[in-house]
């Protein structure tokens, strides 16, 4: 299975709402990177967090990590219709390999 | 500074016959990879290059897939004798490849329709 799993795979929420997605993994890690996609075609980086690191955050992005519990999580504020998207996690190992999981698909209705 | 380029953007084949796509990463980028993703669903990790070292094939579902990449530069995937199920979007990335700072750069992919 994925070393990154999402959860939940589906999301639905009103504009302006706050949007949180999970994601678990199994392996040590050097670091956790959180992407969007829109529409099926090239992913776009987000965030970073490195596995010393337990919160960052980027303009209305918010991620936290927990290495006790293998998690993270990637919180979305105040969510637009533009963030209608899916968000995927990727685990990245010290061989510097990157591991995705299933995604998240997240729909902000205006 | 132009970003990872994919070639064609779709290809639509018929069953039994190869297909070719390629993947120019950004410059200076060491490492690149190939996933899969079909509709709906998550990306699937085919192939993983990194500087001169041995790729890691892991991924790749059949014999019928194989990859290639001239040193540090363009990689081309090849799948022999298509089968409608190999019907995806195909994605390629490239970073720095290094562990502490391996974002991921991706290109928009190539559709490729089996009939």
């Known amino acids: 299975s994925q070393q990154g799993e999402e959860d939940p795979q589906a999301l639905s929420i009103q504009e302006g709402e706050n949007a949180t997605m999970n994601c678990s993994y199994k392996?040590?890690?050097?670091?956790l990177q959180w992407y969007r996609q829109n529409s099926g075609r090239g992913l776009v980086h987000l965030i970073l967090?490195?596995?010393?690191?337990r919160e960052k955050h980027s303009g209305r992005l918010r991620v936290t990590l927990d290495t006790s519990k293998k998690s993270s999580s990637l919180l979305i504020t105040a969510s637009r219709a533009a963030d209608t998207a899916s968000y995927f996690c990727?685990?990245?190992?010290?061989?510097?390999?990157?591991?995705f999981g299933d995604g998240t698909t997240l729909t902000v209705k205006p | 500074g132009a970003g990872v380029s994919q070639s064609p953007s779709n290809k639509v084949t018929e069953k039994g016959k190869d297909v070719e796509l390629r993947c120019d990463p950004i410059?200076?980028?060491?490492?690149l990879y190939w996933y899969r993703q079909r509709l709906g669903q998550g990306l699937e990790f085919l192939i993983y290059f990194q500087g001169n070292s041995a790729p890691d094939k892991s991924g790749l579902p059949s014999d019928r897939f194989s990859a290639e990449r001239t040193g540090e530069s363009v990689s081309t995937l090849t799948i022999q004798r298509t089968q409608q199920e190999d019907s995806a979007v195909y994605l390629c990335?490239?970073?720095?490849?290094?562990?502490?700072?391996?974002?991921?750069?991706f290109g928009p992919g190539t559709r490729l329709t089996v009939l």
């Open positions: 410059s200076g980028h060491t490492a």
């Open positions: 392996t040590s890690i050097n670091n």
């Open positions: 990335a490239s970073s720095f490849g290094n562990k502490l700072y391996n974002e991921q750069f």
């Open positions: 990727a685990t990245n190992t010290n061989a510097g390999k990157s591991t």
């Open positions: 967090i490195r596995s010393n690191e």
